[in-house]
């Protein structure tokens, strides 16, 4: 094999030297009766030409953000990304290391955690942020639980407008603790959460109200007056945010959150249809000892110099087992990484500059389909990045229509029960001459 | 040319006004932002990030990236990581548009690629395993282990069992078994090693019972050795009622030498950035599939991609135990171990098992007359040795495996697992050379004999790293997790 080093004379003197013959031998622990003596039923050998011939195959069986424009989002965005992201994150110093736990050779890895750490605090208001995690949704759930343990409730408030997905994996985390989980009804004009209606939810009881800013419709919802609602009563503000809306809007920090969550997705990853990006999690420095999940920080070494090390660790499992914070180990580190220099290179100016053309482009495209006769708009309350449109038409069908013609256009909302609804995207991307192509194009077949 | 000992951070290589990368110039007609956006949501203070320019971000990254050690760089023998070989054609096919740049809420007409590599993999591993049905979602191994103990526990359930919450952990097990346990709500009933370090069959048998769910077990396991026991302990697991878990962390001993199922394992979960070679990226992302009996595939974490004819398309199994994350799991990280499992072919994941146990061996078998060996038998694909005999010098495990660094070596993995006093856990694996191997062996015989004449050699080690030894006391009593701008 290609990726294997011994020879065959190698393997000879190295069995000779352990007293055996052949390589059988070595598995005279396995008891007969658990041997396979079987080929394993997978297909290959393929030499490098051979399987990359396969994977370009695979490959042009699908139709990607190259050959379509898209107008897809919800939670997946196709944001530019800077070559040099790449470039960096395949460094093999970075690409091949694992957890960094020999602080001495892997400052390089720790370092860019502490700054990843930093960015996420910055973005966030928050004072403190983990090292990551698989992704937001895993993360909404694991701020739930930690809003359980912080305040000994066992019962959560979470938005009807929060992103379906989401919901599902916040609810398969918590039944198995057997947390329940309440929902905040979502206002059928604005769109966004109607705390009026709200009254019989058990606020006192709750452990957290979770809030999705901006939420799965891509509107603002109004996190002040949730705010002063689960502080009265003892339980925590959990925010799920978009990172590139919050080059606009005030931090969650300002805004009293106690735990941030969000998928990073959308600062330097690849789509990869869905995976991997991350999820990060930041919190107060009250609550720290809580937060799930690896955490990077600085300390000296033995000549005063400053260096970084994973610290914390008696949140862990490998220290306390069934006593964590947490299961989690492997985050998304590399991804992490990949954010960071993507925030790194965009900078002040530039990462403002994405947030401020994403806002000013989805206006545009919302106000250009407006004109099409029989859309209307979902729901009135502001938008940052995406929107929904209401229209008495197939969306499925359309779409199908729309790939023909170079696009792939919104998100049919009819998988998640609403059939008259889509949910378009509009990133720094997309250019005024494709969303004119787009309105023209949708127009025809609507009509 | 000197790899440079302290990078500054990159806020302090800010200066204000620097750009680096920019957008396109914006090409509509703008709205004044305080129409589309309500100014009490504004933020007025941007989020400060660095100023810096495309070159600086390069050089800063690059710096960085020197002082870290990696497989590229050097020799890895972190046990139970397997830190083999990433090659590099992965990256590429990775990165290819059709697989990196598409959207999972496309018309499945438009993925069909997609899908059928997800397909395709998890039939592969269904293979290895030697089981049925596999789901790919979980994002790494422990995320593995929740989404295998939740569809235990659906199991269990959905038979009016629902009762049994009573998880069994060896005590050599990995910290993520009884952690995962915990986020299942399940207990976890610890079960000792015998004295040749594997499950204690007679103990066993008293701790299972009408409230046994299952039993966890890593197998090899992380002593690297093989549970001779496994067939008659799966027996007593399932007449008791339960269900038994893989934990496939040590699976590069077994690719096609053993298949889990075929041992009674109704669970397997793998770690497709050990075994299956997709790089750990300084601690992820992974991807950590599971592998279910054809009795649990209806319960398994969605959704799974089912072949029709010649069509594949998304489906929630029956009575799944729901979404574990959302869309479809790490699916660039899928790309890479399917393209690892076809280029070796059967016959080529056989010889990387074989090769990872001989390297082992025969690294083990060259240190243990130095080192203590608490378990002196054949081991598969890592081994543990004991640093007790060097504390008679002053010397800790620790302190060797600093010094290890000095060398160019990354550490085994140490004080771990528990029940070995003073561990050092060496995986070498398959992608070793012999040259490699026997340096390595030289130079952790040399360093023992350093202990015995020059400890201070060791405990004040390392000495030729970016940094030296770092205070973790100081960073854990005095938590500083962010960079400010008074510091």
Redesign the interface.
């Known amino acids: 094999m290609r990726y294997i080093p011994l020879t065959k004379d190698e393997q000879q003197e190295m069995l000779a030297s352990l007293g055996l013959e052949r390589i059988d031998d070595l598995f005279q622990d396995i008891p007969a009766e658990a041997m396979f003596r079987g080929e394993l039923d997978v297909p290959g050998p393929l030499s490098e030409a051979e399987l990359i011939r396969h994977f370009r195959t695979l490959a042009e069986k699908n139709k990607d953000a190259t050959k379509l424009v898209s107008f897809l989002g919800a939670g997946v965005y196709d944001h530019l990304v800077p070559s040099i992201v790449k470039h960096l994150i395949g460094r093999g110093e970075f690409l091949t290391a694992y957890t960094p736990y020999q602080p001495e050779i892997t400052q390089g890895v720790l370092q860019s955690i502490f700054e990843y750490q930093t960015m996420i605090c910055e973005l966030t208001g928050m004072e403190s942020s983990n090292a990551s995690m698989y992704d937001g949704a895993s993360a909404l759930a694991e701020a739930c639980l930690m809003a359980c343990a912080a305040t000994r409730r066992e019962q959560v408030i979470i938005p009807a407008t929060l992103h379906p997905e989401w919901k599902e994996v916040v609810r398969t985390y918590l039944e198995n603790q057997n947390v329940a989980i309440h929902f905040l009804p979502q206002d059928p004009q604005t769109g966004t959460v109607n705390l009026e209606e709200a009254e019989d939810l058990p606020w006192a009881e709750a452990a957290c109200v979770v809030v999705q800013q901006p939420n799965f419709f891509g509107l603002l919802e109004n996190v002040a007056a949730l705010e002063s609602r689960i502080h009265g009563h003892g339980g925590l503000l959990v925010m799920a945010v978009d990172p590139i809306s919050l080059s606009l809007l005030k931090s969650p920090g300002e805004l009293g959150a106690d735990i941030v969550v969000g998928d990073g997705q959308s600062l330097g990853q690849a789509m990869g249809f869905g995976g991997p990006a991350f999820g990060f999690f930041a919190t107060t420095d009250k609550l720290i000892r809580r937060m799930p999940g690896r955490v990077v920080g600085e300390t000296v070494d033995a000549e005063g110099k400053r260096a970084f090390v994973l610290t914390l660790q008696t949140r862990e499992q490998h220290i306390r087992r069934e006593k964590a914070t947490s299961n989690i180990c492997s985050n998304q580190a590399l991804n992490a990484l990949a954010a960071t220099i993507y925030l790194s290179v965009l900078g002040k100016q530039g990462f403002r500059d994405v947030g401020y053309q994403c806002l000013q482009k989805a206006n545009y495209l919302k106000q250009r389909l407006l004109e099409i006769p029989g859309l209307s708009l979902a729901f009135s309350a502001p938008s940052f990045r995406e929107f929904a449109l209401r229209g008495a038409v197939d969306w499925v069908e359309l779409n199908k229509g729309l790939v023909d013609h170079g696009f792939l256009g919104g998100l049919p909302l009819a998988r998640f029960g609403h059939p008259d609804l889509a949910l378009f995207s509009v990133t720094e991307a997309r250019t005024k001459q494709e969303m004119d192509d787009f309105v023209n194009i949708l127009r025809g077949l609507i009509q | 040319m000197t790899v440079r ?3 500054p ?3 302090e290589r800010s200066t204000p006004g ?7 110039e ?6 004044p ?1 305080e129409e ?3 100014q ?4 007025t203070e ?7 320019s ?1 070159l600086e ?2 050089r ?3 710096q ?10 050097g020799f ?1 023998p ?1 046990g139970s ?1 397997t ?5 590099r ?1 992965h ?3 990775a ?13 499945e ?6 899908l ?2 997800i397909y395709n993999l998890s039939e ?1 591993l269904a ?2 395993a ?1 089981l049925a049905k596999a789901s790919l979602q979980p ?5 593995g ?2 989404a295998g103990l ?1 569809v235990i ?1 659906a199991y269990h359930q959905h038979r009016g069992e629902g009762h049994r919450n009573e998880m069994l952990v060896p005590d050599s097990a ?3 078994n ?8 399940y207990k ?1 009933v610890e079960v000792p090693s015998d004295e040749r370090g594997c499950v204690d069959v007679e103990a066993l048998k008293k701790l299972v019972g009408p409230n046994t769910a299952g039993l966890m077990l890593t197998n090899p396991n992380t002593l690297g ?2 549970d ?1 026991n ?2 008659q302990i799966a027996d007593i697991v399932h007449q008791a009622g339960g269900l038994l878990y893989y934990d496939g962390a040590n699976a590069n001993a077994i ?5 889990p199922g ?2 009674g394992f109704d669970v397997v979960h793998f770690n497709l ?1 050990k075994t299956f ?1 997709t ?9 950590g599939p599971i592998v279910v009996s054809k009795q649990l595939a209806p319960f398994l ?1 969605g959704p799974v991609v089912e072949k029709d004819g010649d069509k594949y398309r998304l489906v929630m199994p029956e009575h799944s ?13 899928y ?1 890479k171990a399917y ?1 690892y ?12 098992s ?2 990872a ?3 082992a ?2 690294v083990m ?2 240190l243990k007359d130095i080192f203590a060996l608490p378990y002196d ?2 081991c598969m694909h890592e081994f543990v040795l004991s640093g007790s005999n060097l504390k008679k010098y002053g010397v800790r495990t620790l302190d060797l ?2 010094r290890l ?1 000095d060398y160019g070596f ?2 085994p ?1 140490v004080y ?1 697992p528990l029940i070995v006093e003073e561990a050092i856990m060496i995986e070498p694996t ?5 040259s490699t191997l026997d340096e390595f062996i030289e130079v952790m015989r040399q360093i023992a004999q350093e202990a015995k004449e020059n400890p201070e050699m060791l405990t ?1 080690a ?1 000495h030729n ?8 006391a ?3 009593r005095h ?5 400010k701008r008074d510091q």
């Not at chain 2, 914006?26 to 709205?31: A, S």
């Not at chain 2, 960085?64 to 760089?73: F, I, M």
């Not at chain 2, 830190?83 to 090659?87: D, E, G, R, T, V």
């Not at chain 2, 994002?139 to 995320?143: F, K, L, N, S, Y």
């Open positions: 000992i302290h990078v951070l990159i806020f620097r750009r680096g990368y920019r957008l396109p914006l090409d509509v007609p703008e709205t932002i589309l956006i309500p009490e949501y504004l933020r941007p989020p400060a990030l660095p100023e810096v495309e971000v390069v800063h990254y690059t960085l990236s020197r002082l870290n050690h990696g497989v590229d760089v890895y972190l990581c830190m083999k070989y990433n090659p054609v990256e590429d096919l990165s290819m548009p059709g697989l990196s740049a598409i959207h999972p809420y496309q018309p007409e438009t993925v069909q690629g997609a059928e590599l592969h293979a290895i030697g994002a790494a191994g422990a995320h282990e929740l939740m526990k990995h910290g993520t009884p952690a995962s346990c915990a986020m299942v709500g976890v050795l093989f001779e496994i067939c690719m096609g030498i053993v298949r075929d041992t950035h070679s790089p750990h990226g300084g601690g992820g992302p992974g991807a974490p135990v729901g979404r574990i994350r959302s869309f479809y799991g790490n699916f660039l990280v790309a393209a499992i076809l280029s070796h072919g059967p016959k080529g994941l056989r010889e990387v074989e090769a146990v001989l390297n061996n025969y078998n060259k038998r054949i495996a600093k660094s990354h550490a993995t771990f398959e992608t070793e050379a012999k004040s390392p790293t970016p940094v030296k030894r770092v205070n973790e100081r960073a854990a938590p500083v997790l962010r960079w």
